[in-house]
């Protein structure tokens, strides 16, 4: 017989009371530690809700694009590059010109962007965007 008994000898444990609490302060820290990066998109200007305003077709220009990235100009093909230029030239002869641009549904949105920054680069007062 052994004169030291092993009396209330526990095993070593961890408590886990706590352990909820450092896991819900953890996923706090993250959240609010991690910025999370936002597209802002296009910054385009809608008008007024109103009805519909009559234009005299002398001031419109129609871009269209079509599903393989082709770009038409008054129905004359031009290069995306060329845009601006031949828009710059429009607008000093007429102050007053519109562009509306339509694009068939299978145009890829890349080709349907880069038309839109050349008319941006071109200052363009009114960009119509036709469905």
Do not use: C, W
């Amino acid at each position: 017989m052994s004169l030291l008994k092993n009396k209330g000898i526990r095993e070593a444990e961890v408590p886990s009371g706590s352990l909820a609490d450092i896991a819900f302060l953890i996923l706090v820290f993250f959240m609010v530690a991690t910025t999370i990066d936002m597209d802002k998109g296009i910054g385009v200007v809608l008008p007024a809700e109103g009805g519909e305003i009559e234009m005299s077709s002398k001031n419109i220009t129609n871009i269209l694009i079509d599903a393989r990235g082709s770009v038409l100009m008054d129905n004359k093909e031009v290069d995306i590059q060329d845009i601006k230029g031949l828009v710059v030239d429009l607008q000093m002869k007429n102050p007053k010109m519109v562009f509306s641009v339509k694009a068939h549904p299978r145009t890829k949105y890349k080709v349907y962007i880069e038309v839109l920054d050349q008319l941006k680069q071109a200052k363009t007062r009114v960009i119509s965007i036709a469905e």
